[in-house]
């Protein structure tokens, strides 16, 4: 038995690498078949392939062709595992506010984005392309999301990441939400000169970037709790 | 409180000049006139202007975060820098290296000559008029208007207010023996004597990278001569996009500042075109412009914001008339300037120029039409109906993002080819000097001959087993890369390798165009086999080597001989629509009924792109012609 479930897990990672769509679907079914938490099986199957494949994308072996192939391979087998996840035990690790910024509409290396996100565990609120500053801020506060999200290809609409980001600091909100930049004209200098917290290059450095914003985060929740707990 | 100068000389030229301290080494060059790469347009993130600075280190500011990505520990050692990164605050020796420096760029101008009857909207009229006398007491404007009538049967023609300030004057002088000169219906100048025989138009296409120029001779429909020149708005950014984010930062004066630039530009290919055929520019009575939308507003000093910002609505589509001098062109001071009208925000009078050279809109036949560029235009279709979209192939081509890319100059590998049983690289440089760096020929040869001798798989991937077959294939810095000159053959005393990464870029330029091309055959239900000819324009294409730029699948699968490489063909179309009265009003038609399509929006757009990133294709079944080819030379698929 402990041979055969690491054996399925091995093989939904693989499925998830070689970006097989039916394999990781049929895959997802025999781990449940066989009594496999559907938990563990994202954790340490699905997500485990993600995982290789954002390092072969790292080494440039992979390309965007692959990366939605894996992607695609992924969404089949978590969307059989997650329906045996009841909903109180559903637990994201995060709320990522996502989208392109205003006055651009290319979306493809944010829809990568999503789904290394959502890969790794995240809740995803997808505002899609051309997004108005005040949308991702809404959004942010109605959902309490941790990390907004912001990318864009073109050069013009980088001062829309500026709009966020300075409408942001004029709510008050830079404590409680954290943002991530990323795209085509986008930089590490652009990241400073705006006030943003975090630069990804790429998808994979996305998530990692946006793990640590996330911790950070809560980090700093913890702290409040426990200050507000000893003042009481 | 005034600040001492200092003294920059830039080596290996000996130029020296005294500036303010405080000037980044990039912004010093251009003081002293020294040409260094700037493709990013001094952001720091091309790494193209690498200099080493020989006396005066100990006075910079410590290395950006984006010089420490680019330079390796040894080259910080030694002081190398990026110049747009480098502040020079005292004196300084600064040596540039022969990759860094801007070289012979290969430009091209011409075009195909397609026969246009002149029949063009300046003509001049020989006239002689009985003096005044106090029988005949008649207004200048009458006795001028008079006579045209009489002798060319020309009614309804308005004398140009410009003019009524001087005519009289050479009226007199001249004895009554004038030459008029009648653009449209109204007279924009008055010569003594006969002068018809000196008539003369300009017409230019405005690259964003590039300016080409045409004098032409409007009586006779012939180009007198020729001149081009880099886009000097270039500096302030290397593409059109950060042009206009330029122009976002800094309001109206970066505006003025892009539009300075470019008519700068202009005038000094006029004056030379005039120089070489002994024309004054006071000669050229109108000029005609195409480039794309984005340009059209740069150069006409239009607000640019809005065409770069989604839905990218452009602010005029018709043609614009408007006065030359007005514009700062040199030229008469009543020629009119006009700029051919667009078709959408990313689809401008360049397109129109091409459709209009291309004899698309006559044709029974389809055409597809793709003219090359950091941004291509498709166009397809025939006279019943056109359809244009535009992708951004980026800049690779260019040179752009591409680790040894440079643009076509002397020394860049223009042509490779590699033997697939040996695996031996053979390539031929510009001007045939030792290498310096790859332009976009040389990179679409490069991926196609990789391709075709197993070295990379159909996915784009270098194949490590290959190692075994050759020490060219090796593990570098940034991944697997391949050698294509060793270092004792170049110029520059490195490797000059392809890096898997420059091969991701050349994906993503060949994936645009060809998943542009095969939205707009979906959207019309066209297939390759419909398609009668495929038109590819832009200067770049002309040195490509088509076949390996359809084994890449640049482009659909059709017979070489329905391929026509016909350069600059919005050159052609700007010639055309200067000579011909009839070919002015038809940009206006093409404008007007060319469908821009938007592939943004399209929801199999995605699908599309990523299916074009495999060599040739994700579906080989698109590309019968190039896997029977593969076949022919036994590479397995």
Redesign the interface.
């Known amino acids: 038995m402990k041979v055969k479930k690491g054996q399925i897990l091995k093989e939904l990672a693989e499925a998830v690498v070689n970006g097989d769509e039916v394999k990781a679907e049929l895959l997802a079914k025999n781990a449940l078949e066989e009594g496999i938490q559907p938990y563990d099986a994202i954790t340490n199957g699905l997500a485990e392939g993600m995982k290789v494949v954002g390092e072969k994308y790292e080494r440039k072996e992979y390309f965007l062709p692959d990366m939605l192939l894996s992607a695609d391979a992924m969404d089949a087998g978590l969307n059989i595992l997650i329906k045996k996840i009841p909903k109180s035990e559903r637990k994201a690790k995060g709320k990522i506010v996502l989208g392109v910024v205003e006055g651009d509409i290319h979306d493809i290396g944010k829809n990568i984005v999503k789904v290394m996100l959502t890969a790794a565990g995240y809740e995803v609120l997808d505002l899609g392309r051309d997004v108005a500053t005040s949308k991702f801020i809404k959004k942010a506060k109605d959902e309490g999301a941790q990390v907004i999200a912001m990318s864009t290809l073109m050069t013009p609409t980088l001062m829309s990441m500026k709009d966020v980001e300075d409408q942001l600091r004029e709510e008050g909100l830079k404590d409680k939400v954290k943002t991530i930049i990323g795209g085509g004209s986008v930089s590490e200098e652009w990241q400073m000169r705006i006030g943003s917290d975090a630069y990804g290059k790429n998808a994979v450095e996305a998530v990692d970037k946006v793990k640590r914003l996330v911790d950070s985060i809560m980090a700093a929740v913890e702290v409040m709790k426990k200050e507000k707990k000893n003042s009481e | 409180m005034t600040r001492n100068k200092i003294e920059v000389v830039f080596q290996p030229y000996g130029k020296r000049e005294q500036i303010l301290p405080g000037n980044t080494i990039m912004e010093a060059s251009k003081i002293i006139g020294i040409g260094l790469n700037t493709l990013c347009g001094g952001?720091?993130?091309c790494g193209k202007c690498k200099v080493k600075v020989q006396k005066g280190a100990e006075g910079l500011n410590p290395c950006?975060?984006?010089e420490l990505k680019h330079l390796s520990e040894e080259e910080v050692n030694e002081n190398t820098r990026l110049a747009c990164q480098t502040i020079l605050m005292r004196s300084s020796i600064i040596f540039v290296p022969l990759r860094s420096r801007v070289g012979i760029q290969r430009l091209q101008t011409e075009g195909l000559e397609v026969p246009v009857k002149p029949n063009p909207l300046v003509k001049k009229y020989y006239v002689r008029m009985p003096p005044p006398t106090l029988h005949d007491p008649r207004s200048d404007e009458d006795r001028l208007l008079d006579s045209l009538n009489d002798q060319y049967s020309l009614s309804d023609l308005t004398i140009n207010f410009n003019v009524a300030k001087s005519y009289p004057i050479i009226l007199r002088k001249a004895k009554w023996d004038v030459t008029a000169v009648v653009w449209k219906n109204e007279i924009i100048a008055v010569e003594p004597n006969d002068t018809v025989k000196r008539c003369f138009g300009f017409a230019m296409d405005i690259g964003s990278t590039k300016l080409a120029g045409f004098l032409m001779n409007l009586t006779t429909g012939e180009v007198v001569s020729v001149g081009a020149r880099m886009n000097p708005q270039i500096p302030l950014?290397e593409?059109i996009?950060?042009r206009?984010?330029y122009a976002?930062?800094n309001g109206w004066d970066g505006q003025k500042e892009l539009q300075t630039a470019v008519i700068n530009g202009v005038n000094e290919i006029i004056e030379e075109c005039c120089e070489k055929a002994d024309v004054k520019p006071e000669e050229i009575y109108e000029l005609n412009f195409v480039g794309n939308t984005a340009m059209q507003l740069l150069f006409l000093g239009l607000w640019s914001?809005y065409v770069?910002?989604?839905p990218y609505t452009p602010v005029l589509r018709r043609g614009v008339d408007v006065n030359a001098a007005k514009l700062g062109l040199r030229a008469h001071l009543n020629a009119n300037a006009h700029y051919v009208p667009v078709i959408g925000g990313f689809v401008g009078a360049d397109n129109v120029a091409v459709i209009l050279a291309s004899k698309m809109l006559e044709s029974d036949e389809i055409i597809m039409a793709i003219d090359i560029g950091t941004n291509t235009e498709i166009d397809l279709g025939n006279k019943d109906l056109i359809m244009a979209d535009s992708c951004?192939s980026g800049p690779a081509f260019e040179g752009m993002e591409i680790k040894f890319g440079m643009r076509a100059a002397s020394g860049s590998i223009e042509k490779i080819s590699i033997n697939p049983e040996t695996l031996d690289v053979y390539y031929q440089t510009i001007e045939n000097t030792p290498p310096v760096g790859i332009c976009g020929s040389g990179l679409v040869d490069a991926a196609a001959e990789l391709f075709k001798s197993s070295l990379i798989d159909i996915?784009?991937?270098f194949s490590p087993e290959m190692t075994k077959k050759s020490k060219r294939l090796r593990r570098g810095q940034?991944?697997?890369e391949f050698v294509v000159a060793w270092k004792g053959e170049t110029k520059i005393k490195t490797d000059i390798v392809l890096?898997?990464?420059d091969i991701?870029e050349l994906?993503?330029a060949k994936a645009a165009i060809h998943a542009g091309a095969e939205i707009l055959m979906k959207r019309m239900d066209i297939t390759e086999n419909d398609i009668s000819k495929l038109v590819i324009a832009g200067a770049f294409g002309n040195y490509i080597d088509p076949e390996n730029a359809r084994t890449i699948g640049m482009y659909p699968d059709i017979p070489l001989e329905k391929i026509d490489f016909v350069g600059n063909l919005a050159g052609t179309g700007a010639r055309m629509s200067l000579i011909s009265r009839e070919m002015r009003e038809y940009t206006e038609k093409i404008s007007r009924t060319v469908k821009y399509l938007e592939l943004?929006?399209d929801k199999n757009f995605?699908d599309e792109?990523?299916?074009s990133?495999?060599f040739p294709h994700?579906d080989l079944n698109k590309y019968p012609i190039t896997v029977e080819l593969l076949r022919r030379i036994g590479r397995v698929l």
Request: aromatic share 10%.
């Open positions: 952001k720091g993130t950006t975060e984006m950014g593409d996009m950060s206009i984010s976002m930062m914001r770069a910002l989604s951004a996915k784009g991937t940034e991944g697997w890096t898997q990464g991701r994906q993503k943004a929006i995605q792109y990523l299916k990133f495999y994700a």
